[in-house]
């Protein structure tokens, strides 16, 4: 209930706000990228997120990780590589920035996540999801939302079932 909830974020500290914030910076940079070059090019270099996160272990946790590992993320990336360097002259370049930062943030909440170990972090995704939510507000223009689609975003983020039976969603 919303009572392990809270004593969830409570004990889980620091790991539960550096969550929140990967989280919710995952969501608003996705957006932000898909809005600023191809969606196949959001989609492609967030695969990037796994091959980030030994990277970021090694900087962050000190652990080393394995010459087969390094050497996986090394034929990845030259296979990513190709769309980067294709937005380049394309005015793409900023979208695929983006897309990176968001595969950077996946995987840096992973690191989190599993640093914390034992801690529940499950609570924080609603905490991230609102600050998301307020991230896009600040950006965009809620007045533009119609009273059926605000109620179905509001269903997304509550029980799935609401969105079903919002009329005209």
């Not at 030259?78 to 968001?102: E, K, N, Y």
């Not at 799935?160 to 005209?168: F, K, S, Y």
Request: with cysteine; glycine share 10%.
């Amino acid at each position: 209930g919303p009572g392990q909830a809270a004593a969830s974020l409570r004990s889980a500290g620091l790991a539960a706000a550096a969550s929140a914030v990967f989280i919710g910076a995952t969501f608003v940079v996705h957006v932000l990228a898909m809005n600023a070059t191809a969606v196949a090019n959001v989609l492609f270099l967030q695969t990037a997120s796994p091959l980030l996160m030994p990277i970021l272990a090694w900087i962050f946790l000190r652990e080393a990780p394995r010459r087969a590992t390094l050497l996986a993320a090394a034929l990845a990336a030259a296979g990513l590589a190709p769309i980067v360097v294709a937005s380049v002259g394309g005015g793409r370049l900023a979208g695929d920035v983006l897309a990176l930062t968001s595969a950077m943030c996946g995987a840096a909440n992973v690191l989190v996540v599993r640093h914390a170990k034992a801690t529940n972090l499950v609570p924080v995704v609603a905490i991230a999801g609102f600050g998301a939510a307020l991230a896009a507000a600040a950006m965009g223009s809620p007045s533009s939302v119609s009273l059926g689609d605000a109620a179905a975003l509001l269903g997304l983020g509550g029980h799935p079932r609401l969105v079903l039976e919002v009329p005209g969603a």
